[in-house]
């Protein structure tokens, strides 16, 4: 069909259903395996969160750079990372995107802009300032966005940091993942205000809430955002209201949760089920199409986890290296 | 060509000529240009105690004043590193770690390993520390040995203008997070110190003084007690061999190991409090590997476990002295025993 | 002040040495001293040497108290001769003291290091000329070696001005001249050299070079002898093939104290010469950003493999300038034997209890032969 | 029975992309509790004694009974006592459809003073039945509500609520636009809908104009920001004249004729306009667009496949709302709000 309705073309329709989906397989897949026990540590899945990672990352490149959160398989993945390196991270194994010393919460690739995922809640935001700062002195048109939850907005970091970004007009995009829960705790009983614009607001910075479960709604307001402080336009703030499948982390049997919540939110608002029903019914994609990158994607997922529970451990050897540069 | 200047002097050269050399060194901090936005002069300041005074006439912008926001500009400071920079951050005072400490913990050291080797963070936090100026608790303390004690940091703490000046080169230049210690008492000293760009390989103590009969470790201001002490041990016939550390993380075991095998005695000059210090640290290090050479048990000289006091009496007292390094160094010796 | 009487004081070895110390006498109250007798030992926090004694007599008083440190120019001893009387010598004493005082600071205003820009970079230099008695017209120009600097003539460049005016460079490089070596082939050092020359108008002088400096000069000779009056070839390179590698790349490479000292000991026959402070000043010199660089550029070009790269005695057989070689007979750098290269075509001294530094160690001999052969 | 008023404020409304697109801004939390107190003192002033808010989660009844506290400590009775719905907390526009549906069902619910833009004014309208609305902006991109100082609708209402105004005089009768997919229930827009090419609803907000189509007005206002503002510069249309005005537009590089129109707070835009015309109430209008999403009153809210059918149609006298202007004009000339404590002793 000639007449795309969509502010993407095909293509990239289709590359950001196989990013959302090749996220959800991941995360999916991760809860079947730890279950299991083979993975160690602590596992923090985004699913549902799809829409959020895909929708941001559509505009940037490996010029610009993220900073994520313990939940950062998706940034990671949306941002470029490698499937096959992340799973052999994840189960702790020398092929492993940090070479088996990070686990899960510490993925990074900076080749790709992917400046870590990140066990401290709101580290991140001035990370991610320092990263624009340099983007600004080089001119290379580089911005910034960092990730944080409702629970980590109430960290001084992320505070700190607009102000910051905000006086020296950093080209930083303040992402709120507003799932509703800081591990079990609820957003209306852990933030005074609920509204992270009016916290934007504070600083000068403009804020926008979107629906996180919209790849569209992400799509649109990120890019408006994105291409201002690309600009010259300065940092903003961009609050998405997700929803989480799963628990704080794999293990967590979810108690606090509303009896049913989670059966309602699979059915009904499930990011890649809207997605993919929009742009079948607009005629843009095939049921088809959307049906061959799921499978591939499946595939690709039993390869990356098959390679990774093949791969090789870490040696002792590898315990004290890489800990300075020379020292 | 060498001139007499202040460490205070030899570090706003350092600082100058590594921007001149390399535009991805930026100077971020707390007043380094002072007056950004008030209606009076720009380069007001230059640093609380004008370290950097008149950096921002010869390198504009790339000296940014920073709000008071800690956690907001060292990170940003680490995070700029990350991604290519060399920033040299200004914490003023190290005991204002607390309120950013995370940033430089679990971020700055943790990158290089946690992303299996991948990262680099070549960011330099320069922070006053010592006591001496009757600023009290919380902008007096020597924090060396919380750094020291973080795999991934190097901790830098020069004793006087030629090495502030070359060991703060070589912590710009270096691919590691640096925390860079100047001792506020030692600003005003002057030495002679090059024209010209040196760097000073970090784990590369410096041996002050020689002699035979006692080894005295230390770092920065307490290296100038030590050296007032070995003139009066002189005086009795004890030829002390002081080593000053320079840098303590990494640091230069070998120089302490082979001079503790000459002398046999070690006495070690800690400004920090006493318990899991740089003393303790020493001397374990030497008692688990030079057992066999010691004549006597090593002596610590440290301020005593208290913060800083505020009285100039109290606090003359909580500083390590040459006095009490003399008798630290007497214990070591037979004459103590016999005295 | 009496004529007949003569004072032994303290040396000023270098512009930063502001006081020495006695380390012990070598002669004692009451003996006979001739020209260039060795008399007391003098350590400053740079080096340790031996005063000489410039006049014949007999040591009247032994001032200096040994361990003990005197500011440059005290009275450390006096010569005079045996019919001179106790009183006079009292006299003379008392009033050397009080005239010390009365100069102060006079000695501040003596000679300063300079600098010149030459094609191949700025270089610092120091100069001599004794007003009254030296000719000053006869240009002498002292040329360091590998890794040295100008500070290397600490014991030559006072004497060495009784016959002319004494230049003593830093190469390219070195001491505190620019650290880019533009070409660190011998020509190269050789241009600079004559870049030198041309910057201060010499349109011709009698070159005195050590180790590496030795065969810069000796390239000079042959390459411009209308400049060259007479070459001094001192512990020099450039007269065969070998040279200790352990010294020329463990040079290079120490970046330690630790490193460095055993490198250096190589140099002097007696190797507790190398003190503390020689080795934190050569440590200094060699983190200057740029030395690295200079030394591994030279290095390469004139010792690959731990070989000479350029051997020049052939060439100077056949070349027209005088030639002076001297040696230290325990050279540990570049051995002694290379002495003999020349044959007869040169005047050849070998000094005994002498290593590579030899115009160090017997800075009095090494004079005394090169005035000779400049004056010839 | 003692006639209550109803307060609805919207926490959640104006965080929409047109911050970021041209320079709106929106009223914080604090300020909309501080709005709140001040059309409550109003209120009280007025001989209102009881009033019933929605419950949220946003902070705002929280400030606000921080507020009523600190007052009561320093004086008495500067407010009405303040009770609050007791509904479940969904953080969603269906607690405002909610609250509306409830004080419509109370029956002692005189007036309903809404917060918030034209979204929440939707919200309610749709749900309030005959209780009339007094509106207060708080949106970015709003056409309904007036601007207007929150204490001076807080006294037209209490005064219209308390019976001391003619109902004739203090409510006005209000037009909406209904929208209907496939004959399905029908979704309302008070001032505009737009029919745009996009077809997904996205971040809601309408700023980039080559996708605008067609326009529905219920009233064409040269003074209001938003797409009315389309209409209104064409052929102005007041909220009290019977029937709306429908528009075809183009995209403005090739249409016969431009507008400059304020589409959003701080963007001014050039629209193209093919043809408009008169729409009568009652009468279906069925868009030209095979496909695409419409926008009520200003933001994406519903799309449509070539399949489906879109009816539009103009609703006459659909709700009222409180003519505050009109009130205060009432009070002036009746002296309600005049006082003459010295009257008994008038000669």
Redesign the interface.
């Known amino acids: 069909m000639t007449n795309n309705p969509f502010p993407l073309p095909k293509d990239e329709l289709l590359a950001a259903y196989r990013t959302m989906r090749t996220i959800r397989d991941f995360e999916e897949r991760l809860h079947v395996e730890f279950a299991k026990g083979d993975i160690p540590g602590f596992v923090h899945l985004y699913a549902g969160e799809e829409a959020c990672a895909a929708g941001i990352m559509s505009h940037l490149t490996d010029v610009d750079r993220i900073a994520s959160t313990h939940r950062g398989h998706g940034h990671c993945i949306a941002k470029g990372v490698d499937v096959h390196a992340m799973m052999a991270e994840i189960y702790g194994k020398a092929t492993g995107a940090c070479r088996g010393k990070g686990g899960s919460m510490h993925i990074a690739d900076l080749s790709k802009g992917m400046m870590g995922a990140n066990g401290i809640l709101g580290a991140g935001a001035p990370l991610i300032c320092g990263a624009a700062l340099a983007a600004k002195f080089r001119g290379d048109g580089g911005v910034g966005i960092t990730f944080f939850g409702d629970g980590a907005s109430n960290q001084g970091t992320v505070l700190e940091s607009m102000n910051l970004a905000a006086i020296w007009n950093l080209p930083v995009i303040f992402v709120v993942e507003n799932n509703g829960y800081a591990e079990s705790t609820s957003v209306d009983y852990a933030t005074a205000v609920d509204s992270y614009v009016d916290r934007a607001s504070g600083f000068g910075l403009p804020g926008v809430t979107v629906d996180g479960t919209d790849f569209f709604a992400v799509y649109e307001a990120a890019g408006e955002i994105i291409k201002r402080a690309r600009e010259g336009g300065g940092p903003a703030l961009l609050e998405c209201k997700m929803i989480r499948f799963f628990g704080h982390f794999e293990g967590d049997a979810q108690a606090y949760k509303a009896k049913g919540e989670n059966d309602y939110n699979r059915t009904n608002r499930d990011c890649l089920k809207i997605f993919a029903g929009r742009v079948t019914s607009a005629g843009v994609v095939s049921a088809a199409e959307i049906a061959l990158i799921d499978r591939e994607v499946a595939a690709l997922i039993d390869e990356a986890v098959g390679q990774a529970k093949g791969a090789p451990l870490p040696s002792a050897r590898d315990l004290l290296t890489d800990v300075y540069v020379a020292y | 060509m060498a001139r007499k200047i202040s460490m205070k002097q030899a570090i706003n050269e350092a600082l100058d000529l590594e921007m001149r050399r390399d535009p991805t060194v930026i100077v971020l901090g707390e007043d380094i240009v002072g007056g950004a936005g008030a209606p009076g002069e720009i380069d007001a300041w230059g640093g609380v105690l004008g370290v950097t005074k008149g950096l921002h006439a010869k390198h504009g912008n790339r000296l940014m004043d920073t709000p008071l926001s800690e956690s907001a500009y060292i990170g940003a400071a680490i995070g700029a590193a990350a991604c290519g920079m060399r920033p040299v951050a200004e914490l003023m005072f190290l005991d204002f770690m607390g309120v950013c400490f995370d940033q430089i913990l679990n971020q700055a050291a943790k990158f290089k390993y946690m992303f299996g080797g991948k990262a680099k963070t070549p960011v330099v936090i320069r922070a006053m520390v010592g006591a001496g100026f009757r600023a009290a608790a919380q902008h007096s303390q020597m924090l060396t040995p919380l750094f020291t004690h973080v795999p991934g940091l190097k901790v830098v703490c020069p004793s006087d203008a030629y090495d502030a000046k070359g060991l703060l080169i070589q912590a710009i230049r270096d691919d590691d997070p640096v925390i860079f210690c100047e001792h506020k008492a030692l600003y005003g000293s002057e030495c002679d110190v090059p024209e010209e760009s040196y760097a000073i390989p970090f784990a590369e103590a410096n041996v002050v003084r020689e002699g035979k009969d006692v080894t005295i470790v230390s770092y920065g201001l307490t290296v100038h007690r030590a050296l007032e002490a070995a003139e009066t041990l002189a005086k009795t016939g004890v030829q002390a061999e002081i080593i000053d550390l320079r840098t303590l993380s990494p640091i230069d075991w070998d120089t302490v190991i082979e001079s503790v095998e000459t002398t046999g005695r070690l006495v070690v000059v800690d400004e920090a409090n006493p318990r899991c210090s740089i003393a303790g640290d020493v001397a374990a290090h030497v008692a688990q590997n030079a057992f066999g050479a010691l004549k006597a048990a090593p002596q610590m000289v440290t301020a005593p476990h208290t913060p800083v006091p505020f009285s100039p009496v109290l606090e003359d007292l909580y500083i390590p002295s040459a006095d009490a390094i003399v008798a630290a160094a007497n214990k070591t010796t037979a004459r103590a025993l016999a005295a | 002040m009496n004529e007949r009487i003569k004072p032994i004081v303290m040396p000023k070895w270098g512009l930063s040495m502001a006081e020495g110390k006695v380390t012990g006498w070598l002669k004692s109250a009451g003996a006979k001293i001739a020209v260039g007798d060795e008399i007391v030992e003098v350590e400053t926090d740079k080096i340790a040497g031996v005063v000489e004694a410039g006049d014949t007599g007999t040591l009247r008083r032994v001032l200096g108290a040994p361990d003990t440190v005197y500011p440059v120019k005290a009275l450390i001893g006096v010569i005079a001769a045996d019919d001179v009387p106790d009183e006079e010598i009292d006299a003379y004493v008392a009033e050397y003291a009080a005239h010390a005082a009365e100069a102060g600071d006079e000695e501040e205003a003596g000679p300063r290091?300079e600098f010149v820009d030459t094609p191949a970079g700025r270089l610092?230099y120091a100069r001599r000329s004794q007003t009254g008695g030296g000719d000053g017209a006869r240009a002498i120009i002292l040329v360091h070696g590998f890794g040295g600097d100008l500070d290397n003539w600490l014991f030559n460049i006072d004497t060495l001005a009784e016959a002319g005016t004494v230049y003593a460079l830093d190469l390219p490089g070195h001491g505190?001249s620019d650290?880019a070596v533009k070409d660190a082939s011998l020509k190269g050092l050789s241009e600079a050299l004559i870049g030198f020359m041309d910057a201060l108008d010499i349109t011709s002088a009698h070159l005195v070079g050590h180790s590496m400096g030795g065969a810069v000069v000796a390239q000079t000779a042959l390459d411009q002898p209308g400049r060259v009056s007479s070459i001094t070839l001192i512990s020099s390179a450039g007269l065969g093939e070998e040279i200790n590698r352990d010294y020329t790349d463990g040079f290079v490479a120490a970046?330690?104290?630790?490193d460095l000292k055993p490198v250096l000991e190589h140099l002097f026959h007696d190797p507790a010469t190398v003190t503390?402070q020689l080795v934190d000043d050569l440590l200094?010199y060699k983190?200057?950003?740029g030395v690295d660089a200079a030394l591994k550029a030279l290095s390469s070009a004139l010792f690959p493999g731990g070989r000479q790269s350029a051997v020049l005695a052939e060439a100077l057989k056949a070349a027209p300038t005088p030639v002076l070689v001297i040696w230290g007979e325990s050279d540990q750098v570049i051995p002694a034997a290379h002495a003999a290269a020349l044959g007869d075509r040169a005047r050849v001294d070998v000094i005994g209890e002498a290593g590579h530094m030899v115009q160090m160690e017997k800075a009095g001999r090494v004079n005394e032969l090169v005035l000779n052969h400049i004056t010839a | 029975m003692t006639p209550k008023v109803g307060i609805i404020a919207n926490p959640i409304s104006a965080r929409d992309i047109r911050r970021v697109v041209a320079s709106a801004n929106g009223v914080q939390i604090a300020d909309r509790a501080n709005i709140v107190l001040r059309a409550l003192a109003a209120l009280a002033a007025c001989g209102v004694a009881e009033v019933v808010m929605m419950p949220e989660r946003g902070g705002i009844g929280g400030h606000v009974l921080r507020g009523i506290e600190r007052a009561r400590g320093q004086s008495a009775a500067r407010f009405p006592r303040l009770n609050f719905l007791d509904m479940k907390i969904t953080g969603t526009v269906e607690d405002t459809r909610c609250a509306a549906r409830m004080m419509a069902l109370a029956g002692d619910v005189a007036v309903i003073i809404v917060l918030g833009g034209d979204g929440t004014h939707r919200a309610v309208a749709g749900d309030c039945g005959t209780v009339p609305i007094a509106g207060i902006s708080t949106g970015t991109n709003n056409a309904f509500p007036e601007h207007r100082e929150p204490t001076i609708t807080g006294l037209a209402a209490g005064l219209a609520a308390m019976g001391l105004v003619p109902p004739a005089v203090a409510f006005a009768a209000n037009k909406t636009i209904e929208v209907s997919i496939d004959g399905g229930a029908p979704e309302i827009a008070l001032v505009d809908v737009a029919i745009v090419t996009d077809r997904f609803v996205g971040a809601r907000a309408l700023w980039r104009t080559e996708t605008f189509r067609e326009l529905y007005v219920a009233f064409a206002d040269p003074e209001v920001i938003g797409m009315a503002a389309i209409a209104g510069l064409v052929e102005p249309v007041t909220r009290r004249e019977a029937g709306g005005l429908a528009l075809i537009l183009a995209p403005a590089a090739t249409a016969a004729m431009r507008v400059r129109a304020p589409i959003a707070p701080g963007l001014v835009e050039m629209v193209g306009i093919q043809s408009w015309a008169r729409m009568p109430a009652g009468t279906v209008f069925t868009p030209a667009l095979s496909a695409g999403a419409i926008a009520l009153d200003g933001e994406r809210e519903l799309f449509f496949d070539p399949h489906q059918d879109v009816a539009v149609r103009l609703v006459d006298r659909a709700f009222h709302t409180v003519d505050v202007a009109a009130v205060m004009q009432f009070a002036a000339r009746q002296g309600l709000l005049l006082d003459r404590p010295l009257e008994g002793a008038r000669p």
Do not use: E, G, T
Request: zero cysteines.
């Open positions: 290091y610092r505190q650290k970046a330690s104290r630790r503390r200094k983190r200057l950003d």
